[in-house]
């Protein structure tokens, strides 16, 4: 039966999209029907992390797979594939290495490149020459990678782009991803190639878990792997895949993000910029906050192996997942995500997990205090710091306990960081904060919606709306904004600038005037009972 998904801006019970459309792909929308069944959902709602992998022989030249195709010479097209998949040997791949540390990580799923747009195919297909086993490496690298991923206890998923440009140049069709035209015999020929390959998917490496299509047409895909795989989980193109983006608030129904450890999807040596292990671990954080999921992309090297940058940062997460991990995995979202720095997971109705992110300065051995405006204690209230016994702290005697005090304020917290990751006493990584047998101070949290806006001789007139307002008690409102470099720069742009707070309107419409000169990135802000609330994200272009 055909699910179709429509996105509402809700808090608790409902849904928020993020709205910063420049660079944005939107092709996860493509399709109109959805046949996950309900159990392979929730199971992605109770997964946390995923590991990406994208691969293929443009790994030799260091630069962005596939797209490179689009525009290029006949004579650099002709190279490209008759040329490179001569010199395609990655005797290094050892999928069994990368299992075991995408384990380590939390990752409970890996989702491997089987054809990227270009074409070519990862595994040993009857469809074409095009393919890893024509290359000096022969082998079906794909089976590998089946194999140890399923050794590892890891659910196996396949990305599958059905644009093929090696198609299209066999067929004297301009390679392009936006304006591809194709006859009608073409076209019944370009869907039964398509079908082939996802047949031989489907039947040829057993029980496959994670579809992620990437490219249309989507339907013949979905038809033929869900006929095939009835159980199959398909991401992008059934469900939220927002791309190297975090949603700008919470979205109740599965979704996940696709994130690149630095800029780039493919091995890319040079013009690339490593985003750091805690920000990597704040991004985690981050989707689990907001009720999705982060797919983690590497890329290997040519030669199979992950270099080493990528593996430092695995190292990383895992080191702070060992520790923290009953606050992402089979969490929800709390009343609302985040209080400032502080972000906010959830368990069983009254667990919460106070996630401080903001801890790179927090000394070992040394007491900090926390006010948590959403939460109210009760009589069987209970504190600790994940990973820690807050009993003992190396070397010194110094009181280590965690307590907790109700105000008028909110609920006061206050812990010591005692426990020693590196040997320089310098972890700079989230502090978790445990708080059992806690409530929400409020049942029904504002409903915010980021508005459009206007460019006047002033700057900027935004706008914001609060959907609930007649059912709840909120008196004011403001705007947050920082500039807004690109898509990709959003993950590295700095710390929102407050704006002055202003009143809402009986119909809970707000709206502010700002002095915005550039591209801006935006959201609505609204207190209530002393908690700031946030809308999604939308982009002002000047």
């Excluded at 992008?236 to 129904?253: D, F, L, V, W």
């Excluded at 690339?272 to 797919?295: N, V």
């Excluded at 707000?510 to 946030?534: C, S």
Aim: charged letters at 25%.
């Amino acid at each position: 039966m055909y699910k179709k998904y429509l996105f509402f801006l809700l808090v608790l019970c409902g849904i928020q999209t993020a709205s910063a459309q420049n660079d944005l792909v939107k092709d996860d929308n493509a399709s109109n029907y959805n046949l996950n069944k309900p159990e392979r959902e929730l199971w992605l709602k109770n997964t946390g992390l995923g590991l990406f992998i994208h691969f293929s022989m443009d790994s030799q030249l260091g630069v962005v797979i596939s797209h490179s195709l689009v525009g290029a010479s006949d004579d650099c097209v002709n190279r490209y594939f008759n040329e490179l998949p001569k010199t395609f040997d990655p005797s290094k791949f050892d999928p069994h290495q990368i299992a075991t540390l995408a384990k380590l990580a939390g990752m409970k799923y890996i989702v491997f490149t089987t054809k990227h747009h270009s074409g070519f195919c990862m595994w040993d297909t009857k469809t074409t020459d095009f393919s890893i086993t024509h290359t000096p490496y022969k082998k079906d690298l794909l089976k590998e990678f089946v194999d140890a991923t399923r050794e590892a206890g890891l659910q196996v998923g396949f990305y599958f782009s059905p644009e093929d440009f090696n198609f299209l140049r066999d067929h004297h069709i301009p390679i392009s991803r936006t304006d591809v035209k194709m006859d009608t015999q073409t076209r019944h020929e370009y869907d039964e190639y398509t079908r082939k390959q996802c047949e031989e998917l489907m039947t040829n490496y057993g029980k496959i878990d994670v579809l992620f299509i990437d490219g249309d047409p989507k339907e013949v895909v979905k038809q033929t792997c869900w006929k095939l795989q009835p159980d199959l989980l398909i991401t992008r193109g059934a469900i939220k895949t927002p791309e190297q983006i975090m949603p700008g608030a919470m979205i109740n129904e599965p979704w996940l993000s696709c994130i690149t450890m630095g800029t780039a999807w493919g091995y890319q040596p040079t013009n690339e910029r490593y985003k750091s292990g805690s920000q990597l671990i704040g991004l985690l954080i981050e989707a689990r906050a907001k009720g999705g999921s982060l797919l983690l992309n590497v890329g290997p090297k040519p030669d199979g192996s992950l270099p080493i940058e990528q593996e430092e940062r695995l190292r990383e997460m895992s080191a702070w997942y060992f520790v923290n991990r009953e606050c992402i995995d089979s969490v929800r979202s709390w009343v609302i995500s985040k209080e400032g720095d502080t972000w906010f997971t959830a368990k069983g109705g009254h667990i919460l997990y106070a996630i401080v992110t903001n801890a790179a300065d927090w000394k070992e051995g040394t007491r900090k205090t926390f006010l948590i405006r959403s939460a109210i204690a009760t009589n069987q209230t209970q504190v600790s710091v994940l990973g820690q016994n807050s009993k003992v702290i190396e070397y010194k005697t110094d009181d280590v306990s965690c307590r907790y005090k109700q105000t008028d304020q909110g609920l006061e917290v206050s812990v010591v960081k005692a426990q020693r990751i590196y040997d320089d006493h310098r972890w700079p990584n989230p502090v978790v904060i445990k708080l059992e047998n806690v409530a929400p101070v409020f049942k029904e949290a504002a409903i915010v919606e980021t508005g459009a806006s206007s460019k006047t001789k002033a700057g900027a007139v935004l706008k914001g709306k609060i959907l609930n307002y007649k059912s709840i008690s909120v008196k004011r409102a403001r705007f947050d904004y920082r500039p807004y470099h690109g898509q990709v720069e959003t993950l590295y742009a700095g710390k929102w600038t407050a704006g002055t707070w202003v009143n809402i309107k009986t119909d809970g419409t707000f709206e502010a005037t700002i002095p915005l000169k550039a591209d801006y990135e935006y959201k609505a802000v609204v207190e209530q009972a002393n908690v700031e609330i946030e809308g999604e994200n939308k982009l002002f272009k000047q």
